[in-house]
């Protein structure tokens, strides 16, 4: 629990919002039930799950939210208010980065910080 707080301290979220958010969310609600109940084989997901089944033994769940390798699984609907926060201070793509893999993750979050800071007015 302490890992967590540290890591949801910097973020726009809460964990309630959190929470709610990944039940909602269309992928990630079917990652918590695979790592709650099982995954299926890997011919059997959508596309948009191999991503995490490949991590599948990585993955963990902490009082309802999912991480892996310790960092934030974030919603697609809460993406954009943990970029805005990431970007704070206006750093660099190289730096950015950096802050968002220490803390959070999604598949795709490298190329969404490109874009972050290439429409950085």
């Known amino acids: 629990m302490q890992i967590l707080h540290l890591r949801l301290g910097d973020l726009p979220v809460n964990q ?3 929470r709610s958010q990944v039940r909602t969310d269309l992928v ?3 990652v918590l039930l695979y790592w709650q109940s099982g995954w299926p084989a890997k011919c059997a997901l959508q596309p948009e799950l191999l991503t995490f089944f490949e991590k599948h033994d990585e993955l963990s769940l902490d009082y309802g939210i999912l991480l892996w390798k310790g960092r ?7 993406r954009d208010p943990v970029l805005n926060i990431l970007h704070d201070g206006h750093p660099g793509v190289s730096a950015m980065r950096e802050l968002a ?4 993750y999604w598949h795709g979050l490298d190329k969404d910080v490109e874009k972050c800071v290439q429409n950085c007015v």
């Open 16 to 18: 309630k919002a959190l």
């Open 28 to 30: 990630l609600s079917k």
């Open 72 to 78: 934030v699984i974030i919603p697609s609907s809460l």
């Open 101 to 104: 893999r220490f803390t959070v």
